[in-house]
């Protein structure tokens, strides 16, 4: 075997590979040209600096698998690894002692004014009676994302006497409990928090969830932190919030442009900035790098696949049969996940007819990370560790009887603390995945592009008056499937709308307003 570590990486990263007999390492220092070398390789390790494209890997006509000692893999074409049979893996989580050591250092450091401490200490002055600063004891800490950083992070808040609160619908209740987090709204946590700290990835869910209209609900004297992206605050409304007091303080690690230019927040007293240095620790870095390093070597010696960003496990004929239905399971878990209220306990899948006698691993996988899918770094293949860590139970069943006259139906119901819904789907013609069933409904509905789901009380008009605020609006209707409860006049009815465009929320206002409307929903696939 060969490998070569393309960046610098620590000594006992480099350990895990020449401790195996008959293995070539090569390390960066060795390296002169790297397309050159990589044409008898079989693995590369990288970190950030290096773009691994799909250029590069032409040269490497060996390569097995890419292993990035870190998280973010966008110096790495995936699309193109995939196309290659290249494995790509990453280590999520391996820094995340780092970032919470940092964020909390962050938020004493906002308590206790100790930059500027520092600062007028160097020039000579003795401004004692102007650091009077606060105690982290008793006030309320919010955190946004209870992944493995938010929860590091509220697990060394606790030492301090904060109460935490938090906000993140895809942690069971179990979690949060044993770690004395209660779960709240976004609004609440914003409205409650005496400190704010931000862990979530950057999706379209989450970018600029720090703006004007969220910072006006937050109380007078908050103090934020940002340890996670740049992209999640709306930079110029939160130096404004800073200016006016409104908001006390923040720490901010991450920014839109890196490194900043023209920042709003340099001029700024009450602002304490870092160079994206939250997981830049030497322990972390030898973290990230070890991980990987064994990572890739488990998957050289014995195929195990860990932390894989693209790969499904299956021969060429098993995934060519499984592809439409790995469609079907993740536009399906995308579709339920935009109803349940209330943080998601369990997933349950069933599998009826022919999918039953498949290997449903990549089936399971592609449902859950449907369900997950606003979370950075969730996929078809890391899915069901990720709810695994998140305390979301998940259950599988096999059923070899068809349902409902199809040859193959997948089911999935998705558990909350809020109550419960269910639906299945099947594959048309070979490639066309469809909802059948939501809720009780029978309901045929094409799984793509841009839907609406509308729920109404089962009386006339509803239909008409659903086509006419759209045809107002210009928005073109492609598909309207209906379904309604027990075929009763007084039952609930479902529309499920497929529409060119999307809507925008004033549009999704004015049919909610409609009296015999109980709930509407966009979603796009």
Not at 98 to 105: F, P, S, Y
Not at 335 to 351: C, N, R
Not at 365 to 388: F, W, Y
Not at 428 to 442: K, M, Q, W
Request: with cysteine.
């Amino acid at each position: 075997m060969k490998v070569v570590l393309a960046e610098k990486v620590s000594p006992a990263t480099v350990a895990v590979f020449q401790a195996e007999p008959g293995w070539e390492v090569l390390t960066h220092d060795q390296v002169k040209d790297l397309s050159e070398a990589l044409k008898d390789t079989d693995a590369l390790v990288v970190r950030s600096a290096v773009q691994v494209d799909d250029a590069l890997m032409a040269a490497a006509p060996k390569l097995r698998v890419i292993g990035r000692a870190g998280v973010g893999v966008d110096n790495i074409d995936a699309d193109a690894a995939t196309r290659r049979g290249i494995v790509v893996m990453n280590t999520p989580g391996a820094n995340a002692i780092a970032v919470a050591e940092l964020t909390v250092g962050l938020m004493v450091a906002l308590a206790r004014q100790i930059p500027r401490a520092d600062s007028t200490m160097h020039a000579g002055k003795w401004e004692k009676k102007s650091l009077q600063g606060g105690e982290l004891r008793g006030k309320k800490l919010g955190i946004l994302g209870l992944g493995r950083v938010g929860l590091e992070v509220a697990r060394r808040a606790r030492s301090f006497g904060m109460e935490l609160l938090g906000h993140d619908p895809f942690v069971s209740a179990s979690i949060a409990r044993e770690n004395a987090i209660r779960l709240v709204s976004t609004e609440e946590l914003f409205s409650l928090s005496d400190y704010l700290t931000l862990h979530v990835g950057l999706t379209p869910q989450t970018a600029g969830i720090i703006n004007s209209a969220t910072l006006a609900t937050m109380k007078k004297g908050i103090r934020i932190v940002n340890c996670a992206r740049g992209e999640l605050v709306v930079e110029k409304d939160l130096a404004e919030a800073l200016r006016s007091g409104h908001v006390a303080g923040a720490a901010l690690d991450v920014f839109h442009e890196e490194p900043p230019k023209n920042s709003p927040f340099v001029a700024l007293p009450n602002v304490i900035l870092t160079p994206h240095i939250a997981g830049s620790t030497a322990e972390a870095q030898e973290a990230v790098g070890v991980q990987i390093a064994l990572q890739v070597r488990e998957y050289l010696k014995s195929g195990v696949v860990q932390n894989a960003v693209n790969l499904p496990s299956l021969t060429h004929e098993e995934y060519q049969e499984l592809s439409p239905y790995m469609t079907l399971a993740e536009r399906l878990g995308t579709f339920v996940a935009q109803f349940p209220k209330g943080g998601i306990e369990s997933i349950s899948i069933a599998y009826h007819g022919r999918l039953a006698e498949l290997k449903t691993d990549l089936l399971r996988n592609c449902a859950i990370a449907g369900v997950l899918g606003h979370l950075e770094q969730v996929n078809r293949i890391n899915a069901a560790s990720v709810a695994s860590d998140r305390g979301i139970r998940v259950h599988e069943e096999k059923k070899e009887a068809p349902l409902g006259g199809a040859g193959s139906v997948l089911q999935l119901s998705l558990h909350t603390s809020g109550g419960e819904i269910e639906a299945s789907g099947a594959v048309l013609h070979g490639e066309s995945p469809r909802l059948l069933r939501l809720d009780a409904i029978d309901i045929e509905a094409p799984l793509h592009g841009t839907l609406l789901a509308i729920r109404n009380r089962d009386v006339p008009g509803v239909i008409g008056r659903i086509g006419t605020i759209l045809g107002e609006h210009q928005i073109n209707i492609a598909n309207f499937a209906l379904g309604r409860s027990n075929g009763d006049r007084e039952s609930t009815a479902l529309a499920v709308l497929q529409i060119d465009g999307e809507v925008t929320e004033a549009v999704l206002a004015e049919l909610r307003a409609v009296p015999a409307i109980t709930g509407v929903r966009q979603v796009t696939l």
